[in-house]
């Protein structure tokens, strides 16, 4: 099953950690990764390697904010689509945190997300993707899409995120 969670609400991540703790209370074997994020940024983190090991991999730089420096952000999403397809065949279930915005930004291409898509169809491994945008295709090509919209929230009104509820 390939499964999206998308839109402009909180609660994307949490959705791909509760898909997860899911899987492996019933004793599937899952694979996390984070795209965007920098490691040690997010509270989640800390569990996640403790909980899969090297089945967690975060290669994030931050949030793209000048185009001219895209190539390291670049490298970085490749490098995590490489270790997403290398690891994939092993696992039950591969979460892709944040990739939506890889693909959004450029920094991965829909040819490189379809062949992971195909991929995990042909290797029977359930695909978690997650990210503000998902795009038309993708919604096509997905057994579920979940839309999280923002209803209220802090930061509307200038308030900072919040250490342990939003990261």
């Known amino acids: 099953m390939i499964v999206v969670y998308a839109g402009t609400g909180k609660g994307k991540t949490s959705a791909c950690l509760g898909q997860m703790l899911r899987a492996l209370g019933h004793g599937k074997t899952v694979a996390f990764a984070q795209f965007i994020k920098r490691d040690g940024c997010a509270g989640e983190q800390v569990l996640l390697r403790s909980l899969l ?9 931050g949030f793209v904010k000048n185009c001219a420096d895209k190539a390291p952000h670049i490298e970085a999403a490749r490098n ?8 994939l065949p092993s696992v039950w279930l591969l979460i892709l945190d944040e990739v939506l915005y890889a693909l959004d930004y450029g920094l991965v291409s829909k040819s490189q997300l379809s062949e992971l898509l195909v991929l995990a169809r042909k290797s029977a491994t359930h695909l978690v993707l997650s990210g503000r945008k998902a795009p038309d295709w993708l919604i096509e090509a997905s057994d579920l899409v979940s839309l999280l919209s923002s209803v209220k929230h802090p930061h509307a009104l200038g308030q900072k995120a919040l250490l342990g509820l939003e990261y």
Do not use: E, K, R
């Not at 090991?53 to 730089?61: D, I, K, M, R, T």
């Not at 995590?80 to 690891?87: C, K, N, R, Y």
């Open 53 to 61: 090991g090297s089945h967690f991999n975060v290669q994030g730089l």
């Open 80 to 87: 995590l689509l490489t270790w997403s397809m290398a690891i």
